[in-house]
């Protein structure tokens, strides 16, 4: 397809972005045959391009995707690169890795600063996790009124759909 030619063209002249489309396209088989390993190789370009959508894409891959292999510390590498490039929702997926991965953390304190980063920055789902690491005590003491306020302010982001994902959390 001519759009694909296109990417093509713009990744022959550097740009990252145009490798990471390739990659998606790949994947969900949009305008053209599904292609996982294609996929992969496309995202890898991106990566090396410097693209951090394509390290969050590439490391969601390693990290979260069930017919994908496993690779955490990978996986971390790549969300690490996306988030030195300040991409958000990176930003969520590490500190959720770290969280349950916390051999791979740089510091004690790294999935929580990146949580409260990505919170800081919008991201609803961030802030949900923080309230789940408050009400329950996932490295930090139990908490119910700052639990309540992450859950809150994940509401205020994420507007009603959030405020149903938490419906038995306010209760």
């Not at 969520?92 to 916390?102: A, D």
Request: aromatic share 8%.
């Amino acid at each position: 397809p001519v759009l694909v030619q296109l990417f093509q063209e713009a990744v022959r002249k550097g740009s990252g972005v145009a490798a990471t489309y390739l990659g998606d396209l790949y994947y969900l088989g949009v305008e053209l045959n599904q292609d996982r390993p294609a996929a992969e190789r496309w995202l890898e370009t991106g990566v090396k391009l410097h693209n951090p959508i394509a390290a969050y894409d590439l490391g969601s891959l390693f990290s979260t995707e069930n017919d994908h292999p496993h690779d955490f510390p990978k996986a971390a590498k790549l969300l690490r690169q996306s988030v030195a490039e300040g991409y958000v929702p990176a930003m969520h997926s590490l500190g959720v890795l770290l969280i349950k991965h916390p051999e791979l953390a740089k510091s004690p304190q790294e999935a929580q600063t990146l949580l409260e980063t990505a919170a800081g920055s919008g991201s609803w789902k961030a802030s949900i996790v923080l309230g789940v690491l408050a009400r329950d005590g996932n490295g930090t003491p139990v908490d119910p009124a700052t639990a309540y306020y992450h859950f809150q302010v994940a509401v205020l982001q994420g507007g009603d759909s959030t405020r149903a994902l938490l419906a038995n959390d306010f209760k």
